[in-house]
């Protein structure tokens, strides 16, 4: 297989060891990594955290508040879905798209607390995942991004703002090591962005039924994205198969990213319907 190493990512899953020496002691960045924030990555001058595995904690998984508003937006979210909305039935569908919310932790890292969204691993109840993220929707921010960022979101990603969706990366875990993959040209030329969402499928075991689950799951995304209660941007949905031919053939699918969640006003999310309905085609196409 081919494969375009990236180093950045690559170089976080093969130095789990920590060689930025920032995480206290049973804290290790999660080699499963694919897109987001992470410790490779300088912003403002600032190191970034990237997702954490606690040892003896391997159902879960830790993922950094970003800075400000959408750090804040996202743990307002999962607190809502999973916290104050609880009890409401029309959140129960979403609920069951999302990983499970486990609250907040505070860690100490390099002498300064930084909070963390507990969140469920996605990938840890599978022998070998092949997990791929994909961001939704033709406009990538918010109704409050400022001109700047809409330009540069505008300019970076030419292929989403028309097919509705980009891959992000996948990553296959396989026996003795795994693959990574993310290619620049995705951004720019739509055929290699939907031959990008092929190749990863087409490694599956049972294309087959890896497909008609998948689409069964796409399904149930799409009716909670018509309820219009939120309106996601910038948000993914993260989908995970087995890649061990020894276990039982099967897919995961979530909603994941919700730094720039917005209330849907009653009206329906279309920037996101628009992006998923077209990652259907290109899954019923497979
Ligand atoms: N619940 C989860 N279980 C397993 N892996 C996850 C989970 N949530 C996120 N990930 C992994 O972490 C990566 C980054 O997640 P996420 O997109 O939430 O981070 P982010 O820093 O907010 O990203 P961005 O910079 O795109 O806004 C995903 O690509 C996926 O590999
Ligand atoms: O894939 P890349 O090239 O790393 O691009 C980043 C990616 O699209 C992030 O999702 C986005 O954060 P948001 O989703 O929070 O907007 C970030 O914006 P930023 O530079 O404004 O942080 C981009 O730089």
New binding site residues.
Partial sequence: MTSIAMPLIEDLAANNNDKYGMLPLKFTWFEGQI?GHNPTMVKDGKRQLGMVKESGNGDKILKPA?DGK?GEREVQFYHDVFVSGMNDPSLNDLRRLLPNFFGTRKIEIEAQESLFLVLEDVTCTFSLPASIDI?IGKQ??GPDATEA?KLKEIE?NPVQGTLGYRV?GYRIAEQEDNTFKKDPKWRSEENRMISAVQEFFDQAHDVHIIKEQLLEKLGHIKKVAGKRRFHMY?SSILIVYENDRNCEQNVDVRMIDF??VHPGMGLPDDNYLFGLNRLIETIEEL
């Fill in positions: 897109a970003q959408r961001k990538t921010f960022k970076t992000l910038s730094s720039h």
